[in-house]
């Protein structure tokens, strides 16, 4: 029996958690898409998506569209995952407390998946009418 687009993509996407998450920033080209990124207004399908990763990771999981400027408030031990759903962006991140040596920044388009790890600040230009959904993934004893 085959899978899903949504488990594949939950499986693309854990395979790249395993590899960046507490390490580094990192952009993730899927090959397969997850439904709730299609409907971003349904909160119960971004509901959906938290929960797998969060059983999964075994870490608090939330999702929600993201802001248009960014860098808003967070928890610093969170590590988010930044799924661009239309549009594109410029993502400029810096490890906190770090000088030039720890920045990053990548132009994110549409489909894209960037990791930030927990303890990073960042911005974010976007197109005009770019979307994102962010995914906050937090330790239970950092919440």
Not at 81 to 87: F, L, M, P, S, W
Not at 95 to 119: C, K, M, N, W
């Amino acid at each position: 029996m085959a899978k899903s687009e949504g488990a594949l993509y939950l499986r693309e996407l854990l395979l790249f958690l395993s590899v960046h998450l507490d390490r580094a920033p990192g952009v993730m080209w899927p090959e397969y898409e997850h439904p709730a990124l299609g409907t971003p207004e349904r909160p119960k399908a971004l509901d959906g998506l938290a929960a797998e990763l969060g059983l999964r990771t075994g870490l608090v999981a939330s999702s929600g569209l993201g802001s248009r400027t960014g860098g808003g408030e967070r928890n610093p031990a969170a590590h988010l995952v930044i799924h661009q759903t239309e549009g594109a962006g410029m993502w400029r991140l810096r490890r906190d407390g770090a000088d030039g040596a720890g920045a990053f920044q990548h132009r994110l388009r549409s489909g894209e998946v960037l990791y930030i790890p927990a303890r990073w600040s960042w911005t974010v230009e976007l197109t005009p009418g770019a979307r994102y959904v962010v995914t906050d993934l937090t330790p239970p004893d950092r919440l």
